[in-house]
């Protein structure tokens, strides 16, 4: 397994806010939130980007999507709505290079503009 601040916390070298943990993933609450609700659902599978899942591994994007609707539901958002976003590469945003799905909820979000 790689060496990212995502790795650290699946095997708790640091700590982390988790909401969800599975055998396939884990769940935890964004240190610098972008929205009210912002948690960021990671794969125990090592991905550094969405490029790197091949068509055998997709099912790894699933369960990241399924995990976050099905918390949006038991935290009572799913109704009013929420964002999932999955950034690849830098010029995307992606900072930490392991694949991780990003849910922002709890209030209007914004639409996105043209860079």
């Known amino acids: 397994m790689s060496d990212t601040i ?36 990671v794969p125990k599978q090592d991905f550094a980007t969405l490029n ?18 099905r918390y949006a539901k038991q935290e009572g958002f799913a109704e009013n709505g929420y964002r999932i976003v999955m950034n690849c590469n830098g010029d995307a945003g992606q900072t930490v290079f392991q694949i991780h799905l990003h849910l922002l909820a709890g209030a209007p979000l914004g639409r996105f503009g043209t860079p």
């Open 6 to 41: 995502f790795h650290k916390i699946i095997r708790r070298e640091i700590p982390a806010d988790i909401v969800h943990e599975d055998e396939h993933l884990i769940a935890f609450r964004d240190i610098a939130p972008q929205a009210p609700v912002h948690v960021l659902f």
């Open 52 to 69: 790197d899942v091949n068509e055998d591994a997709a099912v790894v994007v699933g369960r990241l999507a399924t995990a976050a609707a």
